[in-house]
């Protein structure tokens, strides 16, 4: 028997389609335009092939900026994901204090970018700042807005704080689908904390652990508001990742053709980078 398609369906995903294409693919287009021709002004372009790109692959500025992008990612990632899960294994898993919980750890996640950055630059303050006050005073010498090393300890704990909560809730939501049986089972076998752990609670979170590290390496690749309204880049180029400086490129030189084709560049490894993460840490699932 001949298995019929009705496909009056794709007129249901129409509109969605039309919205991607309309949010997404023209403006990478017009991306891709600028990234091999040069402008003028006036509208008038001239074609450049693959100059545009050869200057941003072979420039110091853009690997020096590349280095401190995927420092700072990595430095978040074996922060964020370990800790993540660390609280989540600590939280209950029935009760009124779940709702409490669930709440606090959903409430960093609710504070816009800019307010984010902002509050921290306050706190961070040398003088009257909380944070930057404090360290002083125990005789720890801190000034994000002079010493790279302080900023870089700013950043990275801004963005702990941010963005811990969502590791947090990705792994609790694991947690929270394993089966009561799984524990009684390990119980009776005289299993240790560390084994149940390791054989059961760890398995059952790889799938939302997946999800976790895609989203904050994504999240911490392409982060821009959150430095910027803090440090600005600085001190000097400290903290100007990858993000920072492809902004002061387009906004600040007004270089169209170097900011669109560090753009796509950009874009292209932020593909590559997730790709190579999912196909890791699925391997073991399609064994």
Not at 41 to 67: I, M, P, Q
Not at 101 to 109: F, Q
Not at 215 to 243: C, H
Not at 261 to 280: C, G, H, N, P, R
Request: glycine share 6%; aromatic share 14%; charged share 10%.
């Amino acid at each position: 028997m001949t298995k019929t398609w009705n496909n009056r369906a794709w007129f249901l995903v129409l509109p969605v389609l039309l919205l991607v294409a309309f949010n997404a693919i023209i403006p990478l287009m017009t991306v891709v335009n600028y990234s091999v021709q040069e402008t003028f002004g006036n509208n008038l372009f001239f074609f450049e092939g693959v100059k545009w790109y050869e200057d941003v692959l072979t420039s110091d500025r853009f690997h020096a900026s590349l280095f401190r992008q995927f420092l700072f990612t990595g430095i978040i990632l074996l922060i964020e994901v370990p800790l993540g899960v660390a609280i989540a294994l600590t939280m209950p898993r029935s009760g009124p204090w779940v709702s409490v919980c669930l709440v606090l750890m959903a409430l960093p996640l609710l504070i816009p970018w800019n307010v984010v950055g902002a509050m921290w630059n306050i706190m961070a303050l040398p003088d009257i700042g909380l944070l930057g006050y404090g360290l002083n005073a125990l005789g720890i010498p801190y000034n994000f807005t002079r010493q790279p090393i302080s900023a870089w300890f700013t950043v990275v704990l801004m963005d702990v704080w941010h963005w811990t909560s969502l590791v947090v809730l990705l792994a609790y939501a694991g947690l929270r689908s394993i089966p009561e049986a799984y524990y009684q089972a390990a119980k009776i076998d005289g299993a240790s904390r560390w084994s149940v752990f390791r054989f059961i609670q760890l398995p059952k979170m790889n799938r939302v652990l997946t999800i976790a590290v895609l989203l904050r390496f994504m999240d911490s690749f392409m982060i821009y508001t959150e430095p910027f309204v803090l440090t600005g880049g600085g001190p000097g180029n400290a903290t100007t990742f990858l993000s920072i400086d492809l902004v002061k490129a387009a906004l600040g030189e007004f270089n169209l053709g170097i900011a669109a084709a560090m753009s796509i560049i950009y874009f292209l490894m932020t593909l590559l980078v997730s790709w190579i993460f999912y196909t890791l840490m699925t391997r073991g699932d399609e064994q």
